[in-house]
């Protein structure tokens, strides 16, 4: 059972924009943290954006004043507006879902903030590919 699912990815030149979305079943959009990850090849998974159901968000310095991550709520998709794309932004794109907060250590930390941990997120989709050329 797929829960949550991108689009969008593709093939662009360097400074072009592209616009991911990710449709959520809805018992999914219902959590609290909604994010977009990145993995490039031999590098780690980088959460790159956030958004909680209250509308806090933020970025990865990697990608602020470049990405917009967005919500409607009325349709329970997630989306990514990518602007001025890099070579360096070439990745598979995955959106996440997870709870608002989880315990490691003793200590109880929030989902959505910087940096974001990939192990707590327990909903994700297959990913999208986004390849960026000169």
């Known amino acids: 059972q797929v829960h949550l699912m991108e689009s969008g990815g593709g093939s662009v030149k360097s400074g072009g924009s592209l616009l991911l979305a990710c449709e959520a079943s809805?018992?999914?959009?219902?959590?609290?943290?909604m994010a977009w990850f990145r993995q490039a090849p031999g590098k780690e998974r980088e959460g790159i954006a956030f958004i909680d159901r209250e509308g806090a968000l933020d970025y990865a310095d990697s990608v602020k004043g470049r990405f917009t991550i967005s919500q409607d709520n009325t349709k329970n998709m997630l989306f990514l507006q990518m602007n001025n794309l890099k070579v360096e932004d070439t990745a598979i794109y995955y959106c996440?879902?997870?709870?608002?907060?989880?315990?490691?250590?003793?200590?109880?930390?929030?989902?959505?903030?910087?940096?974001?941990?990939?192990?707590?997120?327990?909903?994700w989709g297959p990913g999208t590919q986004v390849t960026v050329s000169v």
């Open positions: 996440a879902a997870g709870g608002g907060r989880y315990s490691s250590g003793g200590r109880l930390y929030t989902t959505c903030a910087l940096p974001l941990d990939a192990e707590v997120f327990g909903s």
């Open positions: 809805e018992y999914t959009y219902r959590r609290h943290c």
